[in-house]
């Protein structure tokens, strides 16, 4: 008994941490890029209650101009804030004193209340009149889900914020799926085994807005022990995760851009690793023009990444092993420079 609630203790825990919410200027200025590969497709938002995620909302006042074929969101049971922003007595499938997961689905979203236009209103009111559009779901709405996996099936993207507690396992669901998606992730997720293998295997790339700072709106009693980390606004809770980036198997022109090389190798700037055959290079833009071996970038490297400019060769991180692609000559993993441990680097070679 002690054992099993441990257990639950620790799953509420987890899922406490992964209660944020993103922001809608964070999506807008993301999903402007690839407007044109959502026409005729199911978007999917599985990790998304539909009354507080701007995800919903943005898919749901542009369905008509992305020209979707169907929005799909599902709500996780026990959310904090369901019900917050649309009462659910209101919603048309659902139990008034509802607070348990549910799905709603969106085939059409036409000018509903004869106003002219086509927007939230109209999306407010098509779930406030027909009941069709939402209904309540046997289990928990986990990604993980044996409903939610079918639901994933229908999808052709999918686009959220998934838990980052769980992100190697949402990234292996989506790829065993063969999935399209854009999801945001922490910086050192590039550094997990797993992802890095699907980044190095040209499986998965890094999407636009990486830059900057971005708040997450949380539960007012979200613990957040660093002051520089949380601001409360208008009586909203928000909290800065540290470098949050977009990862994406969807096209980008940006990963066709070329780095602009202009600095030359000299042996006296540019330090060999003491246990592997590779040159240190600090920043992206140190990267030398005319060096044809490996070399040890920032992860960094990963948002300015060519495919057809570079080869990622491996990974150098702390204890991480079996992703370096050449051997280390000492035994230690981690990328080590005058007996110093360095950072992270990722293994690179000009094409």
């Known amino acids: 008994m002690a054992k099993s609630l441990n257990l639950g203790l620790n799953k509420a825990g987890k899922a406490k941490k992964d209660e944020f919410y993103t922001q809608l200027v964070d999506i807008e200025k993301e999903l402007k890029h690839y407007k044109d590969q959502?026409?005729?497709?199911?978007?999917?938002?599985?990790?998304?209650?539909?009354?507080?995620?701007?995800?919903?909302?943005?898919?749901?006042?542009?369905?008509?101009?992305?020209?979707?074929?169907?929005?799909?969101?599902?709500?996780?049971?026990?959310?904090?804030?369901?019900?917050?922003?649309?009462?659910l007595f209101k919603v048309e499938g659902l139990k008034p004193s509802c607070k348990e997961p549910f799905k709603i689905e969106i085939v059409e979203v036409p000018d509903t209340n004869g106003d002219g236009a086509k927007n939230l209103d109209d999306v407010v009111f098509l779930l406030t009149h027909k009941k069709e559009n939402t209904t309540p779901l046997r289990g928990d709405g986990d990604f993980?889900?044996?409903?939610?996996?079918?639901?994933?099936?229908?999808?052709?993207?999918?686009?959220t914020n998934p838990p980052f507690s769980l992100f190697r396992e949402y990234v292996a669901q989506l790829m065993k799926y063969n999935k399209r998606f854009l999801i945001l992730g922490d910086q050192n997720a590039i550094t997990y085994k797993e992802i890095f293998g699907y980044i190095k295997e040209n499986k998965l790339w890094l999407g636009y807005d990486n830059g900057g700072t971005k708040w997450f709106k949380v539960p007012m009693d979200y613990d957040i022990p660093t002051e520089t980390r949380k601001k409360i606004k208008s009586g909203v809770k928000y909290f800065s995760f540290g470098k949050i980036l977009w990862f994406t198997n969807l096209d980008t022109t940006k990963r066709q851009e070329n780095i602009v090389l202009y600095k030359k190798h000299a042996p006296d700037e540019y330090s060999k690793y003491d246990n592997y055959d590779a040159i240190n290079v600090n920043k992206v833009s140190d990267i030398p023009m005319d060096y044809d071996g490996v070399m040890g970038v920032p992860i960094t490297f990963v948002d300015k990444y060519n495919p057809k400019q570079f080869e990622i060769v491996g990974l150098i991180a702390g204890n991480i092993r079996g992703l370096a692609g050449i051997l280390s000559t000492s035994g230690k993993d981690g990328p080590y420079m005058n007996g110093k441990l360095k950072y992270g680097r990722i293994l690179i070679r000009k094409k």
């Open 38 to 87: 959502f026409r005729g497709k199911v978007v999917l938002c599985n990790c998304d209650d539909p009354f507080e995620s701007n995800f919903f909302k943005y898919f749901a006042t542009k369905f008509n101009e992305l020209g979707l074929k169907k929005l799909i969101a599902v709500s996780y049971v026990n959310s904090p804030i369901v019900g917050g922003e649309l009462p």
């Open 144 to 159: 993980r889900s044996e409903e939610s996996i079918e639901l994933l099936e229908q999808a052709d993207i999918v686009v």
